[in-house]
């Protein structure tokens, strides 16, 4: 039988709330990582890995955050000029990795909120010299989300490899790392998964690897051409974080059982809902604009008067844990992280929350 948190307090846009279960996993004992117990743990969530990731191919588990497959997925990238589609927090954040990486990056950039036009991207690419492009699928200081399969459509026909950072996509809106052809994607535990935060897990495309097995200073650590060498043989490169693969094992199941399509579905209808609240709410409004909103995660818009800090704060008072805005949106917006194992009941009792938090009018 499925589980799911119908009660569920924590709406932070990640992490996001984990089951009681999905906790207890972690407590069974330590096992050998270069053992057979270990390769039949890492085989088995490589099953659940695949489907969630919609994927033939071996899925690379990092313990780390997203920021390390971010950082090799840069790293592994072709030489050459790096340009970066930034409308939010994180997509600057994946440009500012690729710089310290030693790359020529340039910025492609919107207001917030908003995502790039892909007409603004055939431009930069058909004009300029790019080896890659960085992109991130659902923009979680914005709620914004951008068609990453016309993205990768456009990049690959264009020459360059396009590297998508989808920490608050994979589980909880559709991406599809095959059929998409995906050059590489990766995601962090603690969002959409409903894992504790500590986990980051990419795809690869064959092509990607390959030249990335040429590529000059990729590094060791994150060197992706090792993680897939390893998964082949169901192991990592290094120690891994054995007590949160156990709760990854764990919560794999449940979606298993939940089926992808359906989580997606979830996701879906806690979005809907979410966006009939605002709309029953004058003076507050949707940062993304319709039709690239994020199914995971909503910033609202508050009207004058109001902060997003001082709405968190009260929302906290009542209970339930949502977010602030992000950077420069820190006050002009709040954020609902509705995404992981939430449903629309336990969401509609966020919500209630927050109406008892807005201040009066």
Same mark, same amino acid.
């Given at each position: 039988?499925?589980?799911?948190?119908?009660?569920?307090?924590?709406?932070?846009?990640?992490?996001?709330?984990?089951?009681?279960?999905?906790?207890?996993?972690?407590?069974?004992?330590?096992?050998?990582?270069?053992?057979?117990?270990?390769?039949?743990?890492?085989?088995?969530?490589?099953?659940?890995?695949?489907? !969630?990731?919609?994927?033939?191919?071996?899925?690379?588990? #990092?313990?780390?955050?997203?920021?390390?497959?971010?950082?090799?997925?840069?790293?592994?990238?072709?030489?050459?000029?790096?340009?970066?589609?930034?409308?939010?927090?994180?997509?600057?954040?994946?440009?500012?990795?690729?710089?310290?990486?030693?790359?020529?990056?340039?910025?492609?950039?919107?207001?917030?909120?908003?995502?790039?036009?892909?007409?603004? !991207?055939?431009?930069?690419?058909?004009?300029?010299?790019?080896?890659?492009?960085?992109? !991130?699928?659902?923009?979680?200081?914005?709620?914004? =989300?951008?068609?990453?399969?016309?993205?990768?459509?456009?990049?690959?026909?264009?020459?360059?490899?396009?590297?998508?950072?989808?920490?608050?996509?994979?589980?909880?809106?559709?991406?599809?790392?095959?059929?998409?052809?995906?050059?590489?994607?990766?995601?962090?535990?603690?969002?959409?998964?409903?894992?504790?935060?500590?986990?980051?897990?990419?795809?690869?495309?064959?092509?990607?690897?390959?030249?990335?097995?040429?590529?000059?200073?990729?590094?060791?650590?994150?060197?992706?051409?090792?993680?897939?060498?390893?998964?082949?043989?169901?192991?990592?490169?290094?120690?891994?974080?054995?007590? =949160?693969?156990?709760?990854?094992?764990?919560?794999?199941?449940?979606?298993?059982?939940?089926?992808?399509?359906?989580?997606?579905?979830?996701? #879906?209808?806690?979005?809907?809902?979410?966006?009939?609240?605002?709309?029953?709410?004058?003076?507050?409004?949707?940062?993304?604009?319709?039709?690239?909103?994020?199914?995971?995660?909503?910033?609202?818009?508050?009207?004058?008067?109001?902060?997003?800090?001082?709405?968190?704060?009260? !929302?906290?008072?009542?209970?339930?844990?949502?977010?602030?805005?992000?950077?420069?949106?820190?006050?002009?917006?709040?954020?609902?992280?509705?995404?992981?194992?939430?449903?629309?009941?336990?969401?509609?009792?966020?919500?209630?929350?927050?109406?008892?938090?807005?201040?009066?009018?």
């Amino acid at each position: 039988m499925t589980q799911l948190l119908e009660e569920g307090r924590f709406f932070l846009p990640g992490p996001t709330e984990v089951r009681p279960d999905v906790l207890a996993a972690m407590t069974r004992p330590m096992i050998p990582h270069r053992g057979e117990a270990f390769e039949r743990l890492f085989a088995g969530i490589q099953v659940g890995l695949k489907r !969630v990731f919609r994927t033939a191919r071996p899925v690379l588990i #990092s313990s780390s955050s997203a920021t390390g497959l971010m950082e090799a997925g840069v790293r592994c990238a072709p030489a050459g000029a790096i340009l970066a589609m930034v409308n939010g927090a994180f997509s600057e954040r994946f440009a500012q990795v690729a710089r310290a990486c030693g790359r020529t990056v340039e910025v492609l950039e919107v207001p917030l909120g908003e995502t790039v036009p892909l007409e603004q !991207v055939e431009a930069k690419l058909r004009a300029g010299s790019f080896a890659a492009l960085t992109v !991130v699928h659902s923009e979680t200081s914005t709620g914004a =989300l951008t068609d990453v399969r016309a993205v990768q459509d456009l990049t690959r026909r264009h020459g360059a490899m396009c590297l998508v950072d989808s920490v608050t996509g994979v589980a909880g809106t559709p991406l599809e790392s095959d059929a998409w052809e995906m050059d590489y994607v990766f995601t962090g535990s603690q969002k959409a998964l409903a894992l504790p935060p500590g986990l980051a897990f990419a795809v690869a495309s064959e092509s990607f690897l390959a030249q990335a097995r040429s590529a000059g200073g990729r590094g060791l650590y994150f060197d992706l051409v090792e993680f897939d060498v390893f998964a082949r043989k169901d192991q990592t490169p290094n120690t891994p974080a054995i007590s =949160l693969l156990y709760a990854l094992e764990a919560q794999l199941t449940a979606v298993s059982a939940e089926g992808i399509e359906a989580r997606w579905s979830r996701h #879906s209808a806690m979005a809907a809902r979410v966006r009939n609240w605002v709309a029953d709410h004058p003076g507050y409004g949707i940062l993304a604009p319709t039709g690239e909103r994020s199914d995971t995660v909503t910033a609202v818009t508050v009207p004058e008067g109001a902060t997003g800090r001082e709405i968190a704060a009260g !929302v906290e008072r009542e209970g339930y844990v949502i977010g602030a805005g992000y950077g420069k949106l820190r006050d002009r917006t709040f954020r609902i992280g509705h995404m992981g194992d939430h449903t629309v009941r336990g969401l509609d009792g966020c919500l209630a929350a927050i109406d008892r938090a807005l201040p009066h009018q």
